[in-house]
Structure formats: C-alpha cells, structure tokens
C-alpha cells in the first residue's frame, strides 16, 4: 500500500469525538485509523493499487491480473459482491473486461452474486487474442474460460491469468442447488461420459449448442468439433432419466442466466464438461460455420442463417468479415461462401 503523506480533517462534536475514541480503542486502533478502515477498507484499496498497475496499455498485464485473482480469493464472500472496487474508467477497455472477468469468476466459484458493475463495463467489439497468429486461434477459442470468452477475449489459461473455475460452485454453499443446475449438471456428466463437451449458449430467447471434443489432440480445427446432435442425445438422455420433456434444456439455460434463487445472478455457468452463457454473436457464427459438416441441411445450417438474421447480415461478404476476426478463411470449409450465400437468398 502507499505511504500516507495527504491529510483530511473533519469537524465532529466533543461528543462524536469521545464515542470514535471508545470505539477505536475497543478495536485496538487510532481515531484516525478506526475511521479510515471502515471508510475505506484496506482490501478495497489494495485491489483499487492493483487494478491501477493497468492503466499503462504497455506494460505486460499478466502479473497484476495474477496478482489480482490471488486477491480476490482471499477475500470473504460478502466482500466479493459488494467491496470490489469498479476499475477505473482510465483503464484500457479490454483489461477492464479482464478484470470483471476474475471477479465474476471468483463470485461464480462461491457460489454469490458478482457486483453489479460488472454488467456496466461495453464489451470490446473486437475479439482479442492472446497469441494473434491465425492457426492458434481457433485453439484459444476452444480453451478459454466462459467468464473471458463471452466478454470477446481469448487465450490459452495455462498461458495466462486465469482462476481455477473448472467445477465452480453452482450455488450458495450449504444451499440446494435450483433445478435448472441441478439438469445441467446431470447433462455435464452425461456428456463427460460419451467423451464429449460442449458449449449452450443463449442469444436472445434462443438457445443453440455446440458440441466439442473433450480433449482434442492437436490444435487442428478439424479436431475441435462433434456434431450437436451427439450433444442433443446426451439432452435426451438426461430428460429420461430425470423424468423432464426433451424441451428441458431451453428453459434451464434461460433460467441458469437469470437471477436465480436468492438473487444470485449467474453470469455463465462452467462445469467439466459443459460451458452456458451469453456469447458475442459474430464468435457464436464463427463457431458454427468452421463446424459446419460437409453435407447441407444439417442443425448448424439452421443455426446459421438464425444468426445471419439475427445480426442482420444481409450479403456474403460482410458474414465473412465477421468470421474473419475469429477464424481465418482456410480454417473454414472450402465452399462456405457459396452456402453462405444459399442460407441469405432463402
């Protein structure tokens, strides 16, 4: 923490005076200390010092975040929600992101609310990787946690600042976990048992999936995807065994977004197996097009032109561009133009 060399003084009564006395005495420090503490907490203000090694755009931002996620899990669990400092708006855009991304992780691992300035921050409208080289792209994409990714930002954790939030609590401690976590929990286990993962993600009132490999062995991205009907009969399955309609998913996801039980928000939900949350749309219709199987009229097909729509993209070109940011042309299939195109003109 910084020295203190700057003064405030503040008028009380004798009477306010003496009972700041009793009251820091009993707490074992001075007046002015008694004071500030309760004012200004020391761990606000330690992480406000931290935040603030981010304001430079140059320096490298991997040891504060560091710092900062270490930090943050030492805080108790009411401070999480409501005694994290908003960074300061002097702060670069993207490390802004990353900041609301640790602390919304932190409350996602307790189980608690993250504070609500965490939805105020914009989203960067461009997506930022960690390592911008085209053929490594696709490998962030797959690997970054949910509470980077849906904020448009992309790396390798074990490359970077990022907490351990695989098998984050899904809810307060000591409480019953809602329903909607409770299936899409059951789902990630169905899923880690056929050697799949996947990603739900909510846009709008609609809900798409994805299906991935569970542990691809190389970066190709041809070694990144499984088709979403293996995803959609890990759903079925989950809807027998639990007694639930094969429509159960919808409403889990939209539920496991919202304010849930308590009040707690949840942002994104990250399992083993299983990632929900609400992605940057151009993200969700790069994903879609390089999984996009040989054969025509297929899931991901529908799932596409849904988002060509729903992003008003009206012409080839200007979808390409948007996929472009993520995945680059030869990482695509060879003839994506061309069904881009048929999907727009129907």
Known sequence: MSARTAQLQIRVTPDEKAALRRLARAAGETISGYVLNRVLPSSELELARLMGALVDPTVDFRKPLSDLALALHELPDDTVTDGVPMPDAEIPLTH???IAALVESEAGRRGV???VWTREIPLPERPVFGW???SLKPHQMRVTPAAFKRRNIFFDPEAGPAPDIVGAATTAQGSEPPKEVRLLARLDQELAARGLAAELYLLGGAVLAQGLAAD???ARISALFRPTDR???AVRAVAEAEGEPETWLHDAVRRALGRGPG???RPFLE???LRVFEPPPAYLLAMKCAAMPPSTGTSEEDDVR????????????AALREIGRYVSERHLPTDLGARLGRLLSH
């Open 96 to 98: 802004r992101n990353r």
């Open 113 to 115: 609310e993250p504070p």
């Open 132 to 134: 911008p080289l085209a």
């Open 216 to 218: 691809p062995k190389t």
């Open 231 to 233: 995803v959609l009969g």
């Open 263 to 265: 009040g707690v928000v």
């Open 271 to 273: 399992l083993r197996a």
């Open 306 to 317: 849904f988002l060509l729509r729903a992003m008003n993209l009206t012409s080839t070109d």
